[in-house]
């Protein structure tokens, strides 16, 4: 059975600052890997995904993840957190044969000023 | 294009009550799904759909039900609502389910709550 974790609940950070989300995943073949945030009150928005190639992919808004088969894990990260990126973010794993999305318990993400 | 949307956006509801809530797309994707999601628990998939008349259970199927009559609509309906069904039901929608195009894309959310 496929599973992510996201061992961070809560991160609080200063803008301006570094970003770096966790993300573990468990999938017993090549997984798609997927980051979504998710502002308050809202749905969830796709910024960026992962089926293959360069380990190092390029998202919206200035995130970037960098999947690591050996550690099993998809972290994302920002060089620079701007205010506007206080959001919940989420995890998830799918497969080529698949519909069926699994998502992590979330990262609520706080901006200080 | 307005994308998923969904209604209502809140709604309060007695134990043993019943109520539909609508999903509709316009991008004429074919895959359609409904989540649920609880704090702390990230999403978990309710039903999910892979075109007009088919239907399939998702994790957490108890308790709900489906229909897919149009590619646009896939309502989800609680029989008899239990106060483990209070929290944020979210429809989405992809072109596939499956391949280098397998986005799905998030209505706003309903939010329920049951007493």
């Known amino acids: 059975a496929q599973s992510v974790t996201q061992p961070d609940i809560h991160i609080t950070v200063s803008e301006g600052a570094s970003l770096e989300l966790r993300c573990n995943y468990s999938?017993?073949?090549?997984?798609?890997l997927f980051w979504y945030v998710q502002s308050p009150g809202q749905g969830l928005q796709l910024l960026l995904k992962y089926f293959s190639g360069d380990t190092l992919v390029q998202g919206i808004k200035g995130f970037e993840a960098e999947f690591k088969r050996s550690q099993s894990s998809f972290n994302l990260r920002k060089p620079s957190v701007h205010w506007s990126d206080a959001a919940e973010y989420f995890c998830?794993?799918?497969?080529?044969?698949?519909?069926?999305?699994?998502f992590g318990g979330g990262t609520r993400v706080l901006v200080k000023p | 294009n307005a994308g998923v949307t969904q209604t209502p956006k809140f709604r309060i509801l007695k134990i043993g009550q019943s109520m539909t809530l609508q999903c509709t797309q316009d991008m004429n994707h074919n895959y359609m799904y409904w989540y649920r999601q609880d704090p702390g628990m990230g999403l978990k998939l309710i039903y999910y759909?892979?075109?007009?008349?088919?239907?399939d259970k998702g994790e957490v199927p108890n308790g709900y039900n489906v229909s897919r009559s149009t590619t646009e609509d896939f309502p989800l309906r609680l029989e008899l609502a239990a106060p483990s069904q209070t929290s944020v039901y979210f429809c989405?929608?992809?072109?596939?389910?499956?391949?280098?195009?397998?986005?799905?894309?998030f209505g706003p959310g309903t939010r329920l709550t049951v007493t």
């Open positions: 989405a929608s992809s072109e596939t389910g499956g391949g280098s195009s397998y986005e799905q894309y």
């Open positions: 759909s892979v075109g007009a008349g088919i239907t």
């Open positions: 999938y017993g073949a090549t997984p798609y």
């Open positions: 998830a794993v799918g497969g080529a044969a698949g519909n069926k999305l699994t």
